[in-house]
């Protein structure tokens, strides 16, 4: 399974930015899908987290209702919807899949098989 993130950016702060995650190879071993950040100088942290069926949703309390996760199975793709950013949110963005049933735990990176290469989003103030 390979994953491939985009869409970050700079943008200011209150603005909006889309994220994508594609996708590809053995994708039928993909579960619950999330997404993690990592900040300068500070470890990898979690974002956002969706089950297989997009029933079940996790969320940092960091993003809680400014941030929503999406996907479409068709598609295999996962995206994260951010709004109302703020500076702290600059960061490299990480999507990652994991390769097992079950949504528990979806928070802890351990849990996840497969990562993407990171798109970055800069938030100005």
């Known amino acids: 399974v390979q994953l491939q993130a985009s869409g970050g950016g700079l ?4 603005d909006s930015l889309r994220l994508s995650c594609a996708a590809s190879g053995r994708t039928f071993n993909i579960y619950t899908m999330g997404w993690f950040r990592q900040a300068p100088g500070k470890e ?4 956002a987290a969706i089950s297989w069926s997009g029933a079940s949703t996790n969320y940092a ?5 400014r941030f929503t996760i999406s996907r479409d199975n068709a598609k295999n793709a996962l995206y994260l919807q951010m709004s109302s950013l703020k500076p702290e ?3 490299v963005y990480y999507c990652a899949a ?3 049933k079950g949504f528990s735990s979806s928070s802890y ?7 993407g290469q990171g798109t970055l989003v800069t938030v100005s103030s």
């Open 11 to 14: 943008v200011q702060a209150g």
């Open 44 to 47: 990898r942290e979690f974002v």
């Open 61 to 65: 309390d960091s993003v809680k209702g």
């Open 89 to 91: 949110d600059t960061a």
């Open 98 to 100: 994991k390769g097992s």
């Open 109 to 115: 990176d351990s849990n996840y098989d497969y990562w």
